[in-house]
C-alpha cells in the first residue's frame, strides 16, 4: 500500500512564497510520476503540475507556469512544490499524487493511482 503524506503550506500575503513537500512510503519512490493538483472552493479540481519518475522533466499549467517548481528528491522519497510570486487566485487546497507512468506525461486526475489528503494554501491581497 502506497501512502502519500504531504506537509507545508499555510497562509501568506500575495506576493509571497510557499513550500509543500510531499513524502512517498511503501513503493519504490522512484518507479512513479508525481503531480500536484488544487481545489478552490465551488471549482473542480485542477492541474498544477507534474515531474517524471527518473529523469525529472516538468511539466506546468499556464496558470502557475513561471511562477511554481516542482522538484523531486528521488533519496528521501519526497516531491517539493515551490510556491513563489503568489496570488490570491491560487488560494486552494493542494493535494499530491502519484501515478504509474505512462508513455505522456499524467496530467489529469484519473491517472493517478495515489493521493494525499490536501492542506490549504490561502493568499491574502
Known amino acids: 500500500q502506497v501512502q502519500v503524506a504531504e506537509s507545508g503550506g499555510g497562509s501568506v500575503q500575495a506576493g509571497g512564497s510557499l513550500r509543500r513537500s510531499c513524502v512517498v512510503s511503501?513503493?519504490?519512490?522512484?518507479?512513479?510520476?508525481m503531480g500536484w493538483f488544487r481545489q478552490a472552493p465551488g471549482q473542480e479540481r485542477e492541474f498544477v503540475g507534474t515531474?517524471?519518475?527518473?529523469?525529472?522533466?516538468?511539466y506546468y499549467a499556464d496558470s502557475v507556469k513561471g511562477r511554481f517548481t516542482i522538484s523531486r528528491e528521488n533519496t528521501k522519497s519526497t516531491v517539493i512544490l515551490q510556491m513563489n510570486s503568489l496570488k490570491p487566485e491560487d488560494t486552494a487546497v493542494y493535494f499530491c499524487?502519484?501515478?504509474?507512468?505512462?508513455?505522456?506525461?499524467?496530467?489529469?486526475?484519473?491517472?493517478?493511482?495515489?493521493w494525499g489528503q490536501g492542506t490549504q494554501v490561502t493568499v491574502s491581497s
Open positions: 511503501g513503493r519504490t519512490f522512484i518507479n512513479y510520476d
Open positions: 515531474i517524471r519518475q527518473s529523469c525529472g522533466t516538468t
Open positions: 499524487a502519484a501515478g504509474r507512468p505512462r508513455v505522456n506525461p499524467l496530467l489529469r486526475g484519473y491517472e493517478y493511482d495515489y
